[in-house]
């Protein structure tokens, strides 16, 4: 025979029992502890907008890592191109059979230094407004994600005027 013991009850899956249990559940929660609940809801709406900041965190570290790489081969670039225009303008002046062929040699490496200088803060510069473009493009994201609505579109920017010179005559200078 066997014996009905209050564990077995408790455990049973009849659904009338079942009722019973929510319902005395229900009921004997003090209202201090239901606002706890409710807080604890509202937190775990939450989980989806931080993981989606979480998120956007790891991918604003890869963009910043690969600017960073893409930045680093640059200086790598700039010296390895530096130390050999170096050594060109080296065997140039040794060759140079006069004064006036080191001077001619020495601007035509002055130019090609300026010229490389120019490519290398552009590629620069180029490096970062994509990285920058990037970011944009997450923290867009983010913020769509999180708040549910569309980012407000960016400002255009203004052309830049000119001011326009005008011919200005100076003052005769005064005689003494």
């Known amino acids: ?18 009722q019973l249990y929510l319902h005395l559940a229900q009921d004997s929660i003090p209202p201090e502890l239901r ?3 409710e807080i604890n809801e509202r937190i775990k709406a939450l989980n989806p907008r931080i993981r989606a900041v979480s998120r956007s965190g790891v991918k604003l570290t890869a963009i910043s890592q690969g600017a960073a790489e893409r930045l680093i081969q640059l200086q790598e670039q700039l010296v390895t191109s530096a130390l050999t225009d170096a050594a ?16 001619k040699d020495q601007a035509e490496v002055l130019r090609a230094t300026r010229e490389r200088i120019v490519s ?3 590629e620069a510069v180029t490096i970062l407004k994509d990285a920058g473009g990037d970011v944009r493009k997450v923290a867009t994201h ?12 960016a400002p ?8 326009v010179k005008r011919a200005v005559r100076k003052a005769p200078a005064r005689k003494k």
Do not use: C, F, H
């Not at 025979?1 to 079942?18: F, G, H, I, K, R």
């Open 1 to 18: 025979m066997a014996v009905a013991t209050p564990l077995a009850a408790a455990t049973s899956t009849v659904p009338t029992t079942y």
């Open 35 to 37: 606002s706890w609940r």
């Open 88 to 103: 060109t303008q080296l065997e140039r002046a040794a060759r140079a059979d006069n004064v006036k062929d080191l001077v």
């Open 120 to 122: 290398d803060i552009t």
């Open 142 to 153: 983010t913020y769509e994600s999180v708040t549910g609505k569309a980012a407000p579109a």
């Open 156 to 163: 255009k920017a203004k052309a830049a005027r000119r001011r």
